[in-house]
């Protein structure tokens, strides 16, 4: 008995290779706070991949279940591999070569490989062109993937199958076994992280569990070292299913948990009560030369109720591109300045900042004579920045515009009374708090509006601190824009369509697609099809390139609004909002790699003025699924519909960029089930109920107010 032992609390544990009697020399001792670096065999590529996946530690390790599982099976031979399953091969290496892709400019390796009956078959490694210095004719290799017809014939084709060596010595260990599939980023496979998890699972026995006991009963939860356990190596799909919900219900109490603190640190805020008044709105609306829709108009009577209290207003303002959200924020501001406060509206670019400026000024400045509206953004001659600032700390300025910079630069206002901030996902904790600083009295309103639809049970789940508008209603007399699925055979047809809208005067976007891979090689990519598209396609018409590694953007932007280019050539950075009623077509390149609600959002650039305009849908994958998927983008122009549709098929990853908001692709599916998310709700406040600043655990508290710093959700 005496001689029990049982790990203490932080025990350790020595890392050794999991294969068998080549035992490594013990490394660094591990732990759940251990940084990756110390992971066996990590090397700094390593590193670096774990960290892009959010995995810093030894416990993100851990606590990252994989997303899937793959079963593959027995080998069969070539012949029999069918194109809808993955399968395993056992295969010998014919020859094989190192690459570059030509349309994605990436490196990869290609081999033909044949099985014992001679049947031959191509694979491709993308990315991974050091294969064929590993690989030699007459290697043996498992792979184990889904094969492809390729679209002119030829032999069948695997992409990026796992893939190991196979010896006499060394039987494939997983073949005919469960894989395990994690996030993965070029070059760090599955294999390898399930082989760090393997030797570090002994661990997973003091992990803290976030969820109350209670609460963890009462729905039937895994303890979290269990659910970590059976999660990374289940014996059974029930094992794995249970694993995921039970880490899924954590992270969104731990998201409620967090915005019940968020919101409580706001309540004992004051801010400056601003009282409604009839005439202000009248004079407004009659200073307006259109009819403000329901939509907008109920948007604006949420505000002024939020206003008039003392509590600060947290709103989120949700509208289409086109839904007229700088009218609403407009009306706001009239309000604020009949009490004599101020209002900052600041901008993600200075071409945004500079467009609001016209549009407050057009809608404020002639109704409200003493309300005068400033710009300030960096790129402004010193004088006149000198003499904005003075105007703000004054407060003769009533509504200041700006970039985000015009919080970071000294400016003080002398008496701030509402913020907002356009078209930007997360406003942070700190810009907050600098915001703050900058106002003589006492905390301002806030407001967010953006273009992303975002469904109400994903805002729920993640803005849970914030109130919602929603303006679902777009200004009369807006025509759709015309939007067409053209097949990759038809390309020519698009660009004739753009041939003739530049002939009739008017200019084009060309979208690159999207591809998951450095601002680097996306840029060089977006060069590489400009390139293209200037000496091959379109020789005779002005081109433009903009991608996120060009530095002035704002002037290239400014370049082609000032029609000094017919089309635009860009990757997804070409910003949600701004005008440019001569542009008419919207060619979007890879359009199966988008989201549907992000397409939706880049055919917003077109269509703004009454002229007709299209949107042209290129897939780089004709099949069927991925057609049918592009063409609810065309008979649909509801975004918010477009948004659901995403959830539904492929999580919200595409939408809001995948765990920049620190939620994982687990926790996103199971908004599919709305009990789910409204049980988890009632479950942080009861606890809140009980113990608002959750002392009583500690654990829960901890991961509430890590996710507040990752998140920046206050
Ligand atoms: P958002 O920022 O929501 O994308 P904007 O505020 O830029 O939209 O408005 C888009 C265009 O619609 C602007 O030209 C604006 O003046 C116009 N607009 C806004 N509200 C209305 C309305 N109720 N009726 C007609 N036009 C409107
Ligand atoms: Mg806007």
């Given at each position: 008995m005496g001689s029990e032992r049982r790990p203490s609390r932080g025990a350790t544990i020595w890392p050794q290779r999991p294969d068998g009697p080549r035992r490594a020399r013990p490394g660094v001792p591990l732990s759940l706070d251990s940084p990756v670096t110390q992971l066996p065999r990590s090397n700094a590529n390593d590193v670096r991949w774990l960290r892009k996946l959010g995995i810093h530690t030894v416990r993100g390790l851990l606590l990252q279940l994989p997303f899937d599982w793959e079963s593959y099976g027995a080998p069969v031979p070539i012949a029999e591999l069918s194109l809808t399953a993955p399968a395993t091969v056992v295969v010998t290496v014919v020859r094989i070569q190192a690459k570059r892709s030509l349309i994605r400019d990436i490196g990869l390796a290609e081999a033909v490989v044949a099985d014992a009956h001679g049947t031959t078959m191509k694979v491709v490694w993308f990315h991974q062109p050091y294969r064929a210095n590993q690989l030699r004719p007459g290697d043996r290799l498992a792979l184990a993937g889904k094969v492809r017809a390729p679209r002119y014939g030829g032999p069948l084709e695997m992409q990026n199958p796992h893939t190991e060596v196979v010896t006499d010595q060394h039987a494939p260990g997983w073949v005919g076994a469960l894989m395990p599939k994690y996030h993965l980023t070029e070059k760090l496979t599955s294999r390898k992280i399930a082989m760090w998890v393997d030797m570090t699972l002994p661990l997973a026995g003091e992990l803290e569990d976030e969820i109350p006991e209670h609460v963890r009963r009462s729905h039937h939860l895994l303890p979290l070292a269990d659910a970590v356990r059976l999660g990374h190596q289940p014996a059974t799909a029930e094992d794995w299913r249970r694993a995921k919900d039970r880490m899924a219900f954590a992270e969104l109490l731990e998201f409620q948990a967090a915005f019940l603190m968020a919101r409580r640190r706001i309540a004992v805020e004051r801010a400056t009560p601003i009282p409604y008044r009839q005439e202000v709105i009248d004079t407004f609306k009659d200073g307006l030369s259109f009819e403000l829709?329901?939509?907008?108009?109920?948007?604006?009577?949420?505000?002024?109720?939020?206003?008039?209290?003392?509590?600060?207003?947290?709103?989120?303002?949700?509208?289409?591109?086109?839904?007229?959200?700088?009218?609403?924020?407009?009306?706001?501001?009239?309000?604020?300045?009949?009490?004599?406060?101020?209002?900052?509206?600041?901008?993600?670019?200075?071409?945004?900042?500079?467009?609001?400026?016209?549009?407050?000024?057009?809608?404020?400045?002639?109704?409200?004579?003493?309300?005068?509206?400033?710009?300030?953004?960096?790129?402004?001659?010193?004088?006149?920045?000198?003499?904005?600032?003075?105007?703000?700390?004054?407060?003769?300025?009533?509504?200041?515009?700006?970039?985000?910079?015009?919080?970071?630069?000294?400016?003080?206002?002398?008496?701030?009374?509402?913020a907002v901030v356009d078209e930007q996902h997360r406003f942070g904790t700190r810009q907050r708090e600098l915001l703050r600083q900058k106002s003589a009295t006492g905390r301002p309103h806030f407001m967010a509006m953006t273009a992303t639809p975002i469904p109400r049970s994903l805002a729920l789940a993640l803005y849970g601190e914030m109130t919602f508008s929603v303006i679902d209603e777009m200004p009369p007399g807006r025509t759709a824009v015309e939007t067409q699925v053209v097949a990759p055979d038809d390309r020519e047809k698009a660009y004739t369509l753009v041939r003739r809208e530049v002939r009739a005067g008017r200019q084009a976007f060309v979208i690159c697609p999207l591809i998951d891979e450095s601002e680097k090689l996306v840029a060089k990519a977006a060069t590489a099809e400009f390139e293209r598209l200037r000496t091959q396609v379109f020789p005779d018409l002005r081109l433009a390139l903009v991608h996120g590694k060009v530095k002035d953007k704002d002037a290239v932007m400014r370049a082609f609004r000032a029609r000094e280019s017919d089309v635009l050539v860009a990757t997804s950075v070409v910003e949600v909002g701004v005008d440019l009623p001569n542009a008419t077509v919207m060619l979007i390149e890879g359009a199966d790699r988008f989201g549907l609600a992000q397409l939706h959002q880049l055919r917003g650039r077109v269509g703004r003025a009454s002229l007709r305009s299209y949107c042209l849908l290129l897939a780089d994958d004709p099949s069927k699924n991925s057609m049918e998927r592009l063409r609810l983008v065309a008979v649909t122009s509801d975004g918010f519909r477009l948004a659901q549709e995403d959830m539904r098929l492929r999580g919200m990853g595409e939408l809001l960029g995948p765990r920049q908001h620190g939620i994982s692709d687990e926790a996103m599916d199971s908004l599919q089930n709305p009990e789910l998310l409204s049980e988890v709700r009632q479950e942080a406040e009861a606890l809140a109920a009980e113990d608002p600043d959750l002392t009583r655990w500690p654990a829960l508290w901890k991961a509430a107010e890590r996710r507040l710093e990752q998140t920046s959700v206050t």
């Open positions: 829709t329901q939509a907008q108009k109920r948007a604006i009577w949420d505000i002024y109720k939020d206003v008039r209290q003392e509590v600060p207003m947290n709103r989120l303002m949700n509208g289409d591109v086109g839904s007229g959200k700088t009218a609403v924020a407009a009306a706001a501001a009239a309000m604020v300045h009949a009490s004599g406060l101020q209002t900052v509206v600041m901008a993600p670019t200075e071409i945004l900042a500079r467009q609001h400026l016209d549009r407050f000024r057009a809608y404020l400045e002639r109704s409200f004579p003493g309300l005068s509206v400033e710009l300030l953004i960096s790129d402004l001659p010193a004088a006149e920045r000198r003499r904005v600032r003075m105007s703000a700390a004054s407060g003769h300025c009533s509504l200041l515009v700006g970039t985000h910079a015009l919080i970071e630069e000294d400016v003080q206002l002398a008496s701030l009374g509402l």
